[in-house]
Each structure stands twice: as C-alpha cells, then as structure tokens.
C-alpha cells in the first residue's frame, strides 16, 4: 500500500508538472501570435496614415476602420485570455466594460464589410459617376454612422444590463472569468444578443450578394475592362468569406460554453486555446494580409516592413496612386 501510494503520488507530481507546462506553452503561444497579428495590423494602420496618397483615397481609409476595429478587438480578446489564465476575477463593472468594446468592434466590421462593397460596386457598375458618389466627405459620413449604429447596439445593452439587480448582490467581484457571455445574465439580453447578430450578418450577407450579382452583371455586359471586374468580383467575394469568418468568431464562444460543462476541464480549457487562436485571432487578421498583399499599393510597402532586408531586397518604395487607378485594383 505504501509503494502503491508512492507511485500514485509520483504520476500525480508528474501531471501537476506537464499541465503546468502546457499552461505556459499555450499562454507564450497565444502572446507569439497576438504580437504578430498586432505587428502587421499595426504596419498597416501606419502606413495607411503617414502616407497621404492613401490617408485622402476612400477606399484606403474604409479598410483603416475595418483594420483598426479588428486591432480593438484582437487587444480586447487578448486581456480576457490574460485574465483567465492568471486567474484575475475583475468586478462586474469592468468587465461590462470590456465586453461592451468586444460587442461594438464585432459590430463595425461587418458594417465596414457593406460599404467597401458598395464602394467596388459602384466603381464597376457606375465607373463614370464613382468620383462624384465615394468622395472622402461622404466616406467619413459612412464611418459615422458605422460607429452610431455599433453605438446604438451597445446602449441597448447597457440598459438590458440596468434590470439587472447588482444591488441585492453581497459583492461586485465576479465569481467567474470575464468573458463576453458573462455579460449576457437576463433571458431579454440572451433574446437581443441572438437576434442582433443574426440580423446583422444576414442583412450584411445580402448586401454584399446583391453588389456580387450586380458586378457580375455588369461584367457580362461590359465589352472591355475584363480585368477590373474580375478583381472586383474576387474582392466581393473576399469580403464574403470575411463576413463568414467574423460570423464564426462571434457565435463561437456561445458554442463553447454549451460543450464547456461536459468532459475534462482541462481538455476543454486547452481546446479553448486553439480555438481562440484560430477562431477569434486569426480572422482579425485576414483583413490586413489580404489587402496587404493583394493591393499594388500597399505590397511593397509590408514586404518592406515586414520581411527580412536579406530576403526581401526592395528599393525605395515609391507609390504611384491616382483615383482612376485606385478604382481599378
């Protein structure tokens, strides 16, 4: 009995020590990635800024809104996970306060999603009137009401968040890690939380068929200019599978925690992990490589940022960017 309770307590040793590992295995590996997702959406936010040729073009500045909302985002996702894994319980107020910047970045990005293809539909279908509709002053009214609308959601909220009764409560402190879900305590909020995202995505899921289906159109009719529309087509077509990765990052965490209570929690812990970096990290990123890598504009200048000097062996950049060429790409 004494030998048996030796091993015992030697494999329990053991186990203790490989979770501890995988712990912080997990925890520098979430950290590696954020920091890279944060390195090239903030190369992106730079140079979309510093460079005028790209700060004054409409289209440049609606994927700065789209890029800058998914940065929010990844740094709001992030300090949850720290929380978690340092096991820091935050008070209800704080973490209403987190949550809140996750449901309103999740809301712009679709939003922003609609009116850059909007943009690449007029461009196509109505290239001669293009320059009088997407002008940088009806752009920022767009973005304006990007952020009243997210606003809007998140006041909406607030007060379903105001029925419920903190005062009876013996203490603020959570009893549980912050998470967005946390936030959703009444039956009405459970309503809303659903009913607002499936509107969202299927109103945006419409919209973006619908400039789909008209450039398509346009293309089949259209004589000349094979190579514009074609690229407009793939761009509507990215912006859809943006819209379905930003769909799955949002409901994901609802589908957790109904699978959260079953099996070893520790396994269901680590699976976590992986999906929240291939779930809500990675699709917040897609935006600034596709983009990064598929604009003329923008291509030499994050090889030139991004990439080895020894491998990547660029000249000055130089850009050449006109609005006739800007309704090309």
């Known amino acids: ?6 091993k015992l307590s030697f494999w329990s040793s053991r186990n203790t020590d490989f979770k501890s590992g995988a712990r912080v295995f997990f925890l520098c590996a979430t950290c590696v990635f954020c920091c890279l997702f944060f390195i090239t959406n903030g190369t992106i936010l730079f140079f979309l800024c510093s460079k005028p040729a790209l700060s004054h073009c409409p289209r440049y500045v609606l994927l700065f809104n789209l890029v800058l909302a998914d940065t929010i985002l ?106 967005n879900v946390g936030m959703v305590l009444t039956p009405k909020s459970k309503v809303f939380d659903v009913a607002s995202a499936y509107f969202l995505f299927l109103f945006s899921s419409l919209i973006i068929s619908a400039s789909f289906v008209a450039v398509v159109v346009a293309a089949r009719a259209a004589s000349s200019d094979k190579a514009s529309t074609d690229k407009a087509k793939k761009t509507l077509l990215l912006h859809m599978f943006q819209l379905f990765l930003n769909l799955v990052s949002t409901l994901n965490m609802a589908f957790f925690t109904a699978i959260a209570g079953s099996g070893d929690q520790w396994l269901v812990g680590k699976f976590f992990v992986v999906v929240y970096i291939l779930v809500i990290l990675s699709p917040r990123c897609v935006s600034s490589l596709t983009y990064g890598l598929r604009d003329p504009n923008l291509r ?29 790409v």
């Open 74 to 179: 990844i740094a709001q996702a992030e300090t949850l996970y720290l929380l978690a894994s340092f096991q820091i319980r935050i008070s209800y107020s704080l973490c209403a306060a987190l949550a809140m910047v996750s449901f309103m970045t999740v809301q712009i990005s679709p939003y922003t999603l609609i009116f850059m293809s909007l943009e690449r539909c007029v461009a196509v279908c109505f290239p001669f009137r293009h320059s009088a509709v997407v002008t940088l002053r009806n752009t920022f009214i767009s973005i304006f009401l990007i952020w009243t609308f997210s606003f809007a959601n998140i006041l909406t909220r607030i007060l379903l968040l105001l029925e419920v009764p903190f005062r009876d409560l013996a203490t603020l402190q959570m009893h549980r890690f912050c998470d």
């Open 300 to 328: 030499p200048l994050l090889l030139s940022r991004l990439c080895c000097s020894v491998c990547v062996r660029l000249g000055p950049v130089k850009l050449h960017l006109t609005l006739q060429k800007t309704d090309k």
């Open 1 to 6: 009995l004494s030998a048996f309770s030796q």
